[in-house]
C-alpha cells in the first residue's frame, strides 16, 4: 500500500511563493501518475496538476497555468508543486494523490496540507 505525506504549506502573502512536497513511500513513485489537487472552505474538491510517471508531460488546471509547476524527483520519491504569484483564492487544502493507470481516477491520497494565502 503507498503512502502519501504532503508538506510545504503555511501562510503567505498575495504575490508570495510556497513548494509543496509530496512524500511517497509503500512503493516506488515511478510506478504512479501523481497529481495534485485543492479543496477550499465550502468548495467540491478540484484537480491541480498532474504528471506522467517519466515527467514527460503534465497538465494543469486553467486558474493555476503559468503560475503552478509540477514536477517529480522518482530518485527521491517525492512530487513537488511549486508555486508562484499566489492569490487569495489559492487558499486551500491542497492533496497530494496517485493512481496506476492513467484512465482511472486518483485511488490513494494524503492527509493534506493548508496553504492560505492573505491580500
Known amino acids: 500500500q503507498v503512502q502519501l505525506v504532503e508538506s510545504g504549506g503555511g501562510l503567505v502573502q498575495a504575490g508570495d511563493s510556497l513548494r509543496l512536497s509530496c512524500a511517497v513511500s509503500?512503493?516506488?513513485?515511478?510506478?504512479?501518475?501523481m497529481g495534485w489537487f485543492r479543496q477550499a472552505p465550502g468548495k467540491e474538491r478540484e484537480f491541480v496538476a498532474g504528471?506522467?510517471?517519466?515527467?514527460?508531460?503534465?497538465d494543469y488546471a486553467d486558474s493555476v497555468k503559468g503560475r503552478f509547476t509540477i514536477s517529480r524527483d522518482n530518485a527521491k520519491n517525492t512530487v513537488y508543486l511549486q508555486m508562484v504569484s499566489l492569490r487569495p483564492e489559492d487558499t486551500a487544502v491542497y492533496y497530494c494523490?496517485?493512481?496506476?493507470?492513467?484512465?482511472?481516477?486518483?485511488?490513494?491520497w494524503g492527509q493534506g496540507t493548508q496553504v492560505t494565502v492573505s491580500s
Open positions: 494523490a496517485a493512481k496506476i493507470f492513467r484512465e482511472m481516477p486518483y485511488a490513494y
Open positions: 509503500g512503493r516506488t513513485v515511478s510506478s504512479y501518475y
Open positions: 504528471i506522467t510517471r517519466s515527467g514527460g508531460s503534465t
